[in-house]
C-alpha cells in the first residue's frame, strides 16, 4: 500500500505558474505508475498526466500539452507537476494517484491522495 499527500496549490492568475508535489509513502514508489487527474466541481474526474515507473515515459493530456510537465524522483518518493501558462480552465482540485499498471483511466489507479485546490483567476 502507499499514501499520497499533495501540496503545491493556490490561486494565481491567468498565465502564471505553480508546481504541484505528491510525497509517497508505503511500499516501494518505483514500482508505481503515477498520474495526476483534476476534477472541478460538476465534472468528471479528469486525467492530465502520467509517468511511468522508471521516469522514461510520460503521457500529457492534449488540453495540457506544452504547458504541464509531470517528473518524478525515486530517490525522494516524489512526483511533480510544473504547471506554466495557467488558464482559468484549469481551476480544480489536482490529484495525485498510483497504479501497478499504465493507464489514463481514474479506475486504473489503486491509491489516492486528498487533492489540492487549484483557482487561476482570469
Known amino acids: 500500500q502507499v499514501q499520497l499527500v499533495e501540496s503545491g496549490g493556490g490561486l494565481v492568475q491567468a498565465g502564471g505558474s505553480l508546481r504541484l508535489s505528491c510525497a509517497a509513502s508505503?511500499?516501494?514508489?518505483?514500482?508505481?505508475?503515477m498520474g495526476w487527474f483534476r476534477q472541478d466541481q460538476g465534472k468528471e474526474r479528469e486525467f492530465v498526466a502520467a509517468?511511468?515507473?522508471?521516469?522514461?515515459?510520460?503521457y500529457h493530456a492534449k488540453s495540457v500539452k506544452g504547458r504541464f510537465t509531470i517528473s518524478r524522483d525515486n530517490a525522494k518518493n516524489t512526483v511533480c507537476l510544473q504547471m506554466n501558462n495557467l488558464k482559468p480552465e484549469d481551476t480544480a482540485v489536482y490529484y495525485c494517484?498510483?497504479?501497478?499498471?499504465?493507464?489514463?483511466?481514474?479506475?486504473?489507479?489503486?491509491?489516492w491522495g486528498q487533492g489540492t485546490q487549484v483557482t487561476v483567476s482570469s
Open positions: 509517468i511511468s515507473m522508471s521516469g522514461a515515459s510520460t
Open positions: 508505503g511500499r516501494t514508489f518505483s514500482t508505481y505508475v
Open positions: 494517484a498510483a497504479s501497478e499498471s499504465w493507464g489514463t483511466q481514474s479506475y486504473a489507479y489503486n491509491y
